[in-house]
């Protein structure tokens, strides 16, 4: 208690709160009672109660009378010391209004101003009419022996932690049924695993990088953990992590959204005796604000979560995780625009703890780092099982006759592999039947009516659909064409829905399994096809990225990207990166208990880039693709900020757009500024696009720019109508 007084004084007078909303400059107020920095308070905001976050005692000017706060709402702080550093520096960053950056890193219900406390839940302990005999009574009955021995230690658990733990809700009943277990409300709990398994022991690369990470515990390091799918990776996560438990410290581990499976977790948990928690986008309201609180109060030690997890308070955080760093997923792609791995690397260099990149295919900006010397490579270069890596080729499109995009070489070789028994995995980043609804007479393409942009053919069982992947329009598909009436419509391109027919003619005695986000709307859904999938019930499996990541199929042995061509006729400078990672980590499924062949379709298959991947791996490929940025100015050897503004009115779009480039030119007369120039799709949802680009030499100009020109563009006459955002270290310039 003495300690906590200490680093969190209460005081009373001016203090200055974080508030939602465009505020530039801090506001003050003053608190009649004591208060701590990082508590809310209920403040008057334009004359209606708003819950704010309290920054820092005193530093009002001297010459204003403050309001007084209406409530001061918690006795302890909600965010400590680092996590407000944190988030203010992101602010900064990410030219981003700090108040709004403090307050949407709580929790709704937290941010709404609900108490800070978990809320109740029914747990489970056994009752007094437990007696020596009981034991024996149950013996016939063992997964009721099963819970009884565990509940034996006197916990209290809720039926999720027992269901977690592995025990029926059977079983449960029957011993409630039987008057040896009473159940009782209680706060909700965040409960550890009494018997947690013990994983293999680690091969000579695994326990070094181990070593390493583990030795850095006191001074902290970036780690990047290179190795392909299967190479055990994650047991590398799972023994730092309990040797940073054992040291009474907490873990975070960062994972992009389609990571964390439920298989993932359990996996986790199964090993890890500690109290675990979970924060994602998946969790509703209650359930979010719980697992945020014990993050927060320390009660869990381990914290597995998407992207916003990066802002949970954990006290005595001792080392950062993040699985597929090169994700994109990390990135925010509203709001506040950041990238989590990049404040993950952040955050462990403040606290001075070390922090593990984990990636098959490390993103460009980590492999420059490692250049420089700024991050340190272990590398994991063996499949942990003893599995060769897969045999990677080109397979040239040109002038080959095409079933729906699949050539007879790919058609052949999924012959041959489940002619043998094996599964074949045809890849495909796309979705609908086919992109396109075209006239074969007049050219003429079905076009969304708000967006430039060609609307996607969607099959439906009664009719079939057009739908604009940008703004979400659909309509009916015509039977003839708009322009010159012929009833000549062909659909081109390929689809996964269209590779799934198509497979299903050619293969009509395989089952085809297709797992794209149109059949997977729910997380239920996905796993189900998942769980099919790797259970060895399809024979042919049909999708997007989401079959590429995180799943294990041992039957796996054949994988066919239809259409590596996107990626290296792409106008974006990062397409060819992206392109390199997908092949790797589709590869990555291919053969992990049997010997596998990966087969990319092109008509470029002399592509530099391409050659680099097939004869030097990954590594080099990505080499190459730094050098050219290098040469060309781009990230990560420049600094960008991309201004997006759109508007009903082009012309008020683009002279909004004029007056940002101007005032960044008057702000900083060394930047490079581009545009205003229309974006790649110059109209989505009825709006006009536009962006400005900035590109700086280094980041200190960067940040100083963007902080004075945010507060004068919002403020300038001609921004009203007009939405508009920045974004910092844009992953895709559109
Ligand atoms: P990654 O995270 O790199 O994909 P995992 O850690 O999931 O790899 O390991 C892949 C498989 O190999 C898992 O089933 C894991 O239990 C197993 N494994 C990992 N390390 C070892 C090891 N040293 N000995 C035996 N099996 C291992
Ligand atoms: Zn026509
Ligand atoms: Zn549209």
Redesign the pocket.
């Known amino acids: 208690m003495a300690t906590a007084l200490l680093d969190h004084p209460l005081k009373n007078g001016p203090i200055a709160v974080a508030v939602p909303g465009k505020f530039y400059l801090d506001l003050y107020y003053n608190s009649p009672t004591p208060v701590a920095v990082g508590a809310r308070v209920k403040v008057t905001l334009r004359n209606k109660p708003c819950i704010g976050i309290v920054l820092s005692h005193g530093g009002a000017p001297s010459n204003v009378t403050l309001k007084n706060i209406i409530e001061v709402l918690d006795q302890t702080p909600l965010l400590d010391a680092a996590t407000l550093k944190l988030l203010r520096w992101a602010s900064d960053y990410y030219a981003h209004p700090q108040g709004d950056v403090i307050c949407s890193a709580l929790p709704s219900l937290l941010a709404q101003g609900e108490a800070a406390t978990v809320s109740s839940e029914t747990q489970y302990s056994l009752s007094d009419s437990v007696t020596e005999a009981t034991e024996l009574q149950l013996k016939r009955a063992k997964t009721q022996l099963a819970l009884f021995t565990l509940l034996q230690s006197g916990q209290h658990l809720s039926s999720q932690a027992l269901r977690q733990l592995g025990h029926k809700p059977a079983a449960l009943k029957s011993l409630i049924e039987k008057g040896l277990v009473t159940s009782e409300q209680f706060p909700a709990q965040c409960t550890g695993n009494p018997q947690p398994t013990v994983?293999?022991?680690?091969?000579a690369e695994?326990q070094q990088a181990v070593n390493t990470i583990d030795s850095a515990a006191g001074s902290g390091g970036c780690f990047v953990l290179q190795?392909?799918?299967?190479?055990?990776?994650?047991?590398v996560y799972l023994q730092a992590a309990l040797a940073t438990l054992a040291r009474n410290q907490a873990v975070l581990i960062l994972v992009p959204e389609i990571g964390l499976t439920p298989q993932f977790i359990s996996r986790v948990r199964g090993r890890i005796d500690a109290p675990v928690t979970v924060l994602h986008s998946g969790l509703d309201n209650k359930q979010r604000k719980d697992n945020w609180l014990f993050a927060q109060s320390g009660q869990a030690r381990v914290v597995i979560g998407t992207r916003s997890a990066i802002f949970a308070p954990i006290p005595q955080l001792g080392l950062i995780v993040v699985d597929e760093e090169h994700d994109p997923a990390f990135k925010q792609q509203e709001q506040m625009r950041y990238h989590a791995r990049d404040l993950a690397i952040l955050r462990a260099h403040q606290a001075k703890i070390p922090i593990v990149l984990g990636s098959a295919t490390p993103a460009s900006e980590t492999l420059a780092n490692l250049q420089r010397g700024n991050y340190q490579l272990l590398k994991?270069t063996q499949r942990?099982?003893g599995q060769t890596l897969p045999t990677i080729k080109a397979v040239d499109l040109r002038s080959q006759q095409l079933q729906d995009y699949l050539s007879l070489a790919l058609i052949n070789r999924i012959k041959h592999h489940v002619a043998q028994g094996n599964q074949a995995m045809i890849f495909l980043n796309r979705r609908g039947v086919s992109p396109v609804l075209l006239c074969h007479e007049c050219g003429w393409s079905a076009d969304c009516p708000s967006c430039d942009s060609r609307m996607t053919l969607h099959r439906g069982q009664y009719r079939d659909l057009l739908r604009c992947h940008h703004c979400g329009h659909s309509q009916a598909a015509p039977q003839n064409c708009n322009s010159c009436g012929s009833g000549n419509l062909l659909s081109a391109g390929a689809g996964t829905a269209g590779l799934e027919e198509t497979l299903n003619r050619l293969f009509p005695d395989q089952t085809v399994l297709r797992v794209d986000r149109d059949n997977t709307k729910n997380s239920k859904a996905l796993h189900q096809a998942l769980t099919q999938a790797a259970a060895g019930k399809a024979d042919i499996l049909v999708g997007t990225q989401m079959l590429a990541k995180g799943h294990?199929f041992p039957k796996l042995t054949l994988v066919g990207i239809v259409d590596a061509d996107a990626g290296l006729y792409s106008s974006d400078y990062r397409a060819p990166e992206r392109l390199a990672q997908q092949v790797i980590q589709v590869a990555g499924r291919a053969g992990r208990e049997a010997p596998g062949e990966v087969l990319i379709q092109t008509h470029m298959p002399d592509h530099p880039l391409l050659q680099a991947l097939l004869t030097q791996g990954y590594e080099h490929a990505v080499s190459q693709l730094l050098d050219d940025r290098k040469q060309m100015a781009l990230p990560p050897y420049s600094f960008m900020a991309l201004v997006r503004i759109s508007h009903r009115y082009s012309e008020k779009a683009e002279a909004f757009g004029r007056a940002v480039a101007t005032l960044c030119k008057q702000i900083q007369p060394n930047a490079t500024v581009l545009g205003p120039i229309s974006a790649p799709m110059a109209r989505k949802a009825n709006r006009w696009r536009f962006q400005v680009l900035i590109q700086t030499s280094s980041r200190s100009e960067r940040s100083a720019l963007l902080q004075q020109l945010v507060p004068a563009a919002d403020q300038h006459k001609l921004a009203s109508g007009v939405r508009w955002s920045v974004d910092v270290d844009p992953l895709d310039l559109f």
Do not use: D, W
């Open positions: 994983g293999p022991s680690l091969n695994q190795g392909i799918t299967g190479s055990g990776k994650t047991e994991l942990a099982t294990h």
